[in-house]
């Protein structure tokens, strides 16, 4: 069974609960240092006895300039990080910076208090936290990643999160791509890293070694700006119709690479959905997704039955529909 369909295996019986490398978030977060001076960052789905999140903030809160760092955990964790005891209840962690000038932060530096409700993001009393923060930055479970951005989105929060490529195809997602609401950010290396995890049964074995777990696919989904998105694909291919044919049910031609683009055809071109990771709004505009159907519309009247990124019969993989900027 590949990484990718346990992933999914994992999040359709919710264990998904990925724990990430603090190798990855700096080589992420290091892109965004201008952000955070003065702002306070929330890492709401984050278990403290092993948030790399927590560690990555709280290491690094004064060279950042944060002003306050919050940490919510789910209930039933043990709090074994700051004391020796088990918690029956959800907790949330506050970090305000270091008090005797060790620049680091001491168990005597962070409050740790209890929640009244389990800890769950969607909750009363997490939400009250989420509307004090600036910046959410953490790694969502990715069985509810759809309901969690939804939530950032209805509050306007700034957020940097880690998601599988599989989310580009959900419905709500891909709207707020098309729409230059959320973007992908520098990315991980090869498109796959080694997460943390507890769990040790079939759902999440692949590739499992000292507790960690290879999936790839895997990206981080950001609403700030960032050097890349502002980077112009360089092209040098030119459009001839033996090479980029239509698809058989959608009026586009296909570009099986990024790097293929050609930069003379005006008209709707299908790519790859790794396409997103060098997009520049300024350079291209979305128009549609396509798989089965069209990942904004849905199957239609005129479209049921047939499988719209198919070329000559062929079926092929997840594509976006893109045009140069101004055709």
Not at 83 to 95: F, G, M, R, T, V
Not at 149 to 174: D, R
Not at 284 to 300: C, Q
């Amino acid at each position: 069974m590949s990484s990718n369909l346990k992933l999914r295996k994992a999040s359709g019986v919710k264990k998904d609960e990925f724990y990430t490398q603090l190798s990855d978030i700096e080589n992420e977060l290091k892109h965004y240092q201008k952000h955070f001076r003065g702002k306070t960052v929330l890492c709401n789905c984050d278990d403290p006895r092993i948030s790399n999140f927590f560690r990555y903030f709280a290491l690094n809160f004064e060279k950042l300039k944060l002003k306050k760092l919050i940490t919510t955990c789910y209930k039933s964790q043990q709090m074994d990080l700051f004391s020796q005891n088990d918690s029956e209840k959800a907790i949330y962690l506050e970090y305000v910076g270091d008090k005797n000038n060790n620049k680091l932060p001491d168990l005597n530096d962070i409050g740790v208090f209890h929640l009244k409700s389990d800890g769950d993001f969607r909750s009363e009393e997490c939400i009250k936290i989420l509307k004090q923060s600036d910046i959410v930055c953490t790694n969502p479970p990715f069985s509810l990643f759809r309901e969690y951005v939804a939530q950032l989105m209805k509050y306007k929060k700034k957020y940097i999160i880690i998601g599988h490529q599989i989310a580009i195809t959900y419905k709500p997602i891909f709207k707020l791509l098309k729409e230059n609401k959320i973007w992908l950010g520098y990315g991980f290396r090869g498109g796959a890293t080694h997460f943390m995890t507890n769990y040790k049964d079939e759902a999440v074995a692949g590739n499992h070694k000292d507790g960690m777990v290879r999936v790839s696919g895997v990206n981080w989904f950001t609403n700030l700006d960032i050097d890349k998105r502002h980077e112009d694909l360089i092209l040098y291919r030119k459009y001839n119709e033996k090479e980029f044919p239509k698809y058989d049910h959608y009026d586009a031609i296909n570009v099986n690479k990024t790097k293929d683009i050609p930069l003379d055809y005006k008209k709707p071109m299908g790519v790859p959905i790794t396409f997103l990771d060098k997009y520049n709004p300024k350079q291209f505009e979305i128009i549609d997704g396509l798989n089965r159907y069209s990942m904004l519309d849905g199957p239609t009247d005129d479209t049921r039955g047939k499988y719209l990124s198919q070329v000559n019969n062929k079926k092929l993989f997840t594509r976006i529909v893109i045009k140069h900027k101004g055709c």
